[in-house]
């Protein structure tokens, strides 16, 4: 109650009363620097915000940073930390390096379009396509595509496309004890399913889900920096290769009767975020 008092004050205080009630991919999105803060994970990955983030460089020894404009290669300090030592252990796989879209925005919170979680600086996405051995230029980041892993039927993956070296940095970055969850398209987990031999404990934390079909979304879990991060629930008992993986490809029931459109979900505001968020909102 006594945080809700102070969150309410500061808003009040410093941003315009109607702050508060505005769509929060409003207020975060136009943040184009870190809050000055301790550095913590405030909330959940699809409701939260992120202060005193740590910028991922654009360029490293084995990874370049994508859609450089969109300025969301921010995130927690111990998430950076990963990819770098995730890009280390990439070429040890058969992977050039690690080309990294989003992550999260300076101070966290709603984006304006692309996501939902990315909210707390635990999440990246990271593209299938392999990073070429030159540098990109800042133009080629903003127009270079990634490359869908999927057949033409959706259902698979396309050979030609996703080889062992798919196989492998998904596998190493799955391996890694800091990540909690992988998602990535159902043709891909069903690919990782066939290939997978010998210790096959990693592929419970990779999950299907729709889209991430050119890249895979590796979250890690609450770091220690950061008390108020909620953490995921612990995935389902067993490799998610069997009855929960062919789910995924059941045709949808028939509808009983005419279904009405449902109405877009409301809009985040600043009020149904954390009350950190709102220091680490204004924090100058």
Same mark, same amino acid.
């Given at each position: 109650?006594?945080?809700?008092?102070?969150?309410?004050?500061?808003?009040?205080? /410093?941003?315009? !009363?109607?702050? !508060?009630?505005?769509?929060?991919?409003?207020?975060? =999105?136009?943040?184009?620097?870190?809050?000055?803060?301790?550095? %913590?994970?405030?909330?959940?990955?699809?409701? &939260?915000?992120?202060? =005193?983030?740590?910028?991922?460089?654009?360029?490293?020894?084995?990874?370049?940073?994508?859609?450089?404009?969109?300025? %969301?290669?921010?995130?927690?300090?111990?998430?950076?930390?990963?990819?770098?030592?995730?890009?280390?252990?990439?070429?040890? /796989? =058969?992977?050039?390096?690690?080309?990294?879209?989003?992550?999260?925005?300076?101070? *966290? &919170?709603?984006?304006?379009?692309?996501?939902?979680?990315?909210?707390?600086?635990?999440? !990246?996405? @990271?593209?299938?396509?392999?990073?070429?051995?030159?540098?990109?230029?800042?133009?080629?980041?903003?127009?270079?595509? !990634?490359?869908?892993?999927?057949?033409?039927?959706?259902?698979?993956?396309?050979?030609?496309?996703?080889?062992?070296?798919?196989?492998?940095?998904?596998?190493?970055?799955?391996?890694?004890?800091? /990540?909690?969850?992988?998602?990535?398209?159902?043709?891909?987990?069903?690919?990782?399913?066939?290939?997978?031999?010998?210790?096959?404990?990693?592929?419970?934390?990779?999950?299907?889900?729709?889209?991430?079909?050119?890249?895979?979304? /590796?979250? @890690?879990?609450?770091? %220690?920096?950061?008390?108020?991060?909620?953490?995921?629930?612990?995935?389902?008992? *067993?490799?998610?290769? *069997?009855?929960?993986?062919?789910?995924?490809?059941?045709?949808?029931?028939?509808?009983?009767?005419?279904?009405?459109?449902?109405?877009?979900?409301?809009?985040?505001?600043?009020?149904?975020?954390?009350?950190?968020?709102?220091?680490?909102?204004?924090?100058?």
């Amino acid at each position: 109650m006594l945080k809700r008092f102070f969150a309410a004050f500061l808003l009040a205080a /410093v941003l315009p !009363a109607a702050a !508060a009630d505005r769509p929060a991919k409003e207020l975060f =999105g136009a943040a184009e620097a870190p809050a000055p803060l301790a550095a %913590r994970s405030i909330g959940t990955y699809a409701r &939260g915000c992120l202060a =005193g983030a740590a910028l991922l460089p654009v360029n490293g020894p084995a990874w370049q940073v994508m859609r450089l404009s969109r300025n %969301r290669n921010w995130g927690n300090p111990v998430l950076v930390d990963f990819l770098e030592r995730l890009a280390a252990k990439a070429p040890s /796989v =058969g992977w050039n390096g690690l080309l990294v879209g989003d992550m999260s925005q300076p101070r *966290g &919170g709603p984006m304006s379009s692309g996501h939902a979680s990315h909210q707390i600086g635990l999440d !990246a996405d @990271i593209w299938l396509t392999p990073m070429p051995k030159r540098e990109f230029s800042y133009d080629e980041r903003e127009k270079v595509s !990634a490359v869908s892993m999927l057949a033409r039927d959706t259902l698979s993956v396309d050979p030609a496309k996703f080889s062992d070296k798919q196989f492998g940095i998904l596998r190493l970055a799955a391996r890694q004890p800091e /990540v909690e969850r992988i998602f990535v398209n159902r043709a891909i987990k069903k690919a990782l399913c066939e290939r997978a031999t010998g210790d096959r404990s990693w592929l419970a934390k990779v999950r299907p889900w729709w889209g991430h079909d050119y890249h895979f979304h /590796v979250r @890690i879990a609450c770091p %220690r920096n950061s008390p108020t991060c909620k953490p995921q629930a612990e995935p389902p008992s *067993g490799d998610g290769c *069997g009855a929960e993986l062919q789910s995924w490809y059941a045709p949808p029931p028939k509808p009983t009767k005419p279904s009405k459109p449902k109405p877009p979900p409301p809009e985040i505001t600043l009020k149904d975020l954390p009350p950190e968020c709102a220091q680490v909102l204004v924090a100058k």
